[in-house]
């Protein structure tokens, strides 16, 4: 399988959820070898959209002339992308954002009602795509945390799509936290086997990778003492 990772970490290797990114892709790869390429967002020019719609028109190209060209056919040539993000204000990080609003160009400006909401009819064939969400986040509670990027996320991409969320996940930097965040890596390199198997990941197995690997308090308590 051809992944794309889009870490939208500024810090790069060095992100938390990394640490989440690539465990899972260990276990994708324990199960089948998969062809992986990973873009630091943040490395890249991406301008923001300026809102012309002159992409959805008539199969129209962006104003831009930036490294958004080649990503876009990078997206349309992957099977899965994996969007690896820190929770930013309970949203993705702004360079990652950027990218996700120049994705307009495989969107046309007509509309077609699907279920209950409408969508954009699509310029470019990206049928084949899964999508799949890891986000990581500094709050040790993962009740309401996620839920403004996770329904983003799900809009965005309404079919193929699959969620991983880890509160408390400066800890995956910490050393001193392996006894906690090595088992959960280990539930996150089950996941990826299992993702890679079936396309999905038992509905048990997300909740326990997305409960705080510590209790709440004791976190917030190790945290504060340190600032
Ligand atoms: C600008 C900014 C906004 C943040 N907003 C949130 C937030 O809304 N909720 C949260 O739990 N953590 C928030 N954090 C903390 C990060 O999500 C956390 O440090 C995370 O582990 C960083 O991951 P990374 O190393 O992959 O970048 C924020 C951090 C920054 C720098």
């Known amino acids: 399988m051809k992944i794309l ?11 938390d959820t990394m640490h ?11 199960a089948e ?33 930036d490294d958004m060209r080649d990503i876009l056919n990078e997206i349309l040539d992957s099977d899965l992308l994996i969007w690896s993000f820190p929770l930013y204000c309970y949203g993705m990080p702004t360079p990652l954002k950027a990218l996700l609003d120049r994705t307009l160009p495989l969107s046309s400006m007509a ?49 193929n ?20 965040t090595e088992p959960r890596l280990t539930l996150v390199r089950q996941a990826g086997k299992q993702y890679a198997k079936t396309g999905g990941i038992d509905a048990a197995l997300l909740a326990e990778i997305g409960s705080p690997m510590i209790p709440e308090e004791q976190y917030a308590a190790i945290v504060n003492a340190g600032v």
């Open 5 to 15: 990772v889009l870490n939208g970490s500024p810090k790069k290797d060095k992100s």
């Open 20 to 30: 989440i990114t690539r465990a899972f892709l260990d276990g994708m790869n324990e």
């Open 33 to 65: 070898p998969q062809e992986v390429h990973t873009i630091h967002v943040i490395d890249k020019h991406i301008a923001y959209c300026t809102g012309c719609f002159s992409c959805m028109r008539n199969g129209g190209e962006c104003i831009h002339d």
């Open 111 to 159: 509309m077609r009602k699907v279920g209950e909401r409408y969508e954009h009819v699509e310029q470019a064939d990206f049928s084949h795509l899964q999508y799949l969400m890891i986000c990581g986040c500094g709050f040790p509670n993962s009740k309401h945390n996620f839920e403004p990027a996770t329904a983003q996320f799900k809009l965005c991409f309404p079919g």
């Open 161 to 180: 799509h699959t969620i991983i969320t880890v509160p408390e996940s400066p800890m995956f930097n910490a050393p001193e936290a392996a006894i906690v």
